[in-house]
């Protein structure tokens, strides 16, 4: 390669850019590995690229590996959250460098971005970042998003949302602001186990998000939807995803299955029915009820609306178990779950699978609405993570990753399965039954009724205005 060139380069970053003397050593010895273009040009380019990405760990610049929280006006607060494991880095940029970087998913690139989708969710985050970080540039500044668009990445310049001031007094008011992001702070929301709660207020946004566009599609005659605006006449753009009532469902139902790894398991104290505590505010057990019921059957007779808090919920489920549920990492929750350990049911095949395959637009559709919804799961993480709900609730540590919803192969041997089937509500034992093996054979039959009974509060919470 032309050293003289990269050498020339290399100290205009010196002198300009803060590029230390290892780094340009660095980069002389990958530019002797790499075979020389025939194009002046490309080698040009391919020395510049490798040296901004080499620049990326220069510790004097905007990196965040071993960062000085004063040099970029970080609070001690959001560092010693970073530094604890508690704040993801792609948030932790929003500070140090006025940018977010909305990762890639395998989506239909066709598409418009699935990360479109959380778009008005989070201007509002990129407020609570700021004003969590209560810096003296607070209420300034543009975030630099860097998404896909078509094949390539482009930037969009975004104005933070500052409509609410994180309060670190208090975990309840900073958890109703959460539920208010998300279109979920009602009573219905509220009375689930908490462990549901972050997926049903994930899948409310990707709801309304879809009927605000005029993207979600239901039967006439289905009564489960006929309060919501049906788009199923619509024409729809190219560019767009229709949501299809169908693929809401499994999306629900596939997140119940998921959630047999940890919270469901067949051997978990959460769904035990019966348990030596007997004090009145423990939870009730399910009981089955219509989808047009009003009550839901995880309230606790003995709270009132009114004490609905987040605390409450979690002492009342997590008395089950005595102890803080060990459900933030894969080999804790193997451990807990005993001689059930794994995700407790198991797909028979994927027969389903290969028909919707076999239905290339529908296949596509159902790919990107999926892509739509782990991405509503992921920023739904974030602003857990900057509201300090997954450090000041020792139960929420289990959502800084959201892995315990996503079951990707449950999905998509549902969707097909689901839009044949005809009153997927009343029959919903009967599709899990029909679609899952139990880890062990015996005695499933009421364990599926009770996931089945899940499903049902949760799409009734989903659903309800």
Request: overall charge positive; charged content about 20%; aromatic content about 14%.
């Amino acid at each position: 390669m032309d050293s003289y060139s990269l050498s020339r380069l290399t100290r205009s970053y010196i002198n300009h850019e803060g590029i230390t003397l290892r780094q340009t050593s660095i980069i002389e010895r990958i530019c002797e590995k790499i075979p020389q273009e025939f194009d002046p040009k490309l080698n040009r380019d391919f020395r510049e690229i490798l040296i901004k990405s080499v620049q990326q760990y220069n510790n004097t610049n905007n990196n965040i590996n071993g960062i000085n929280g004063r040099d970029f006006e970080i609070s001690n607060d959001i560092l010693n959250s970073f530094n604890s494991g508690n704040y993801f880095h792609r948030i932790l940029n929003v500070i140090v460098k006025n940018q977010f970087e909305c990762s890639y998913y395998f989506e239909d690139y066709s598409k418009e971005s699935s990360w479109n989708i959380t778009s008005n969710i989070r201007k509002s985050m990129y407020g609570l970042i700021k004003s969590r970080n209560n810096s003296i540039n607070n209420n300034k500044g543009i975030i630099e998003e860097y998404s896909r668009n078509g094949v390539n990445i482009s930037f969009n310049e975004v104005r933070p949302t500052f409509d609410y001031t994180y309060d670190d007094s208090s975990v309840e008011r900073n958890y109703k602001q959460y539920l208010k992001i998300f279109d979920s702070n009602i009573e219905i929301v509220k009375k689930l186990p908490y462990y549901l709660i972050p997926v049903v207020a994930s899948l409310r946004y990707l709801l309304k998000d879809k009927i605000e566009k005029k993207l979600f599609a239901y039967a006439e005659d289905d009564e489960t939807y006929r309060h919501l605006p049906n788009a199923s006449n619509y024409p729809v753009s190219y560019s767009q995803s229709k949501l299809n009532y169908y693929e809401l469902e499994a999306l629900i139902a596939s997140s119940i299955a998921a959630l047999t790894f940890t919270y469901l398991n067949k051997s978990s104290p959460y769904l035990k029915d019966n348990h030596e505590d007997t004090q009145e505010y423990l939870i009730n057990s399910l009981s089955h009820l219509s989808l047009n019921s009003t009550s839901t059957s995880f309230s606790s007779t003995s709270i009132s609306s009114s004490n609905l808090t987040i605390e409450n919920n979690i002492q009342i489920n997590d008395q089950k178990i005595h102890q803080t549920p060990p459900f933030n990492n894969i080999y804790t929750a193997m451990t807990f779950n005993g001689n059930e350990s794994g995700r407790y049911l198991i797909l028979k095949n994927n027969r389903h699978l290969e028909a919707l395959q076999n239905r290339s637009s529908s296949f596509k559709n159902a790919i990107h609405i999926y892509a739509e919804f782990k991405n509503t799961l992921i920023v739904n993480s974030y602003i857990l993570q900057v509201l300090k709900l997954t450090e000041n609730l020792t139960s929420f540590s289990s959502f800084y990753s959201m892995y315990c919803y996503i079951w990707e192969g449950a999905y998509y041997n549902m969707v097909d399965l689901f839009r044949r089937s005809t009153n997927n509500r009343a029959k919903i034992t009967s599709i899990f039954k029909y679609l899952f093996n139990g880890r062990n054979m015996e005695n499933t039959d009421n364990y599926m009724r009770k996931l089945g009974q899940i499903y049902k509060e949760m799409l009734k919470a989903i659903v309800s205005q």
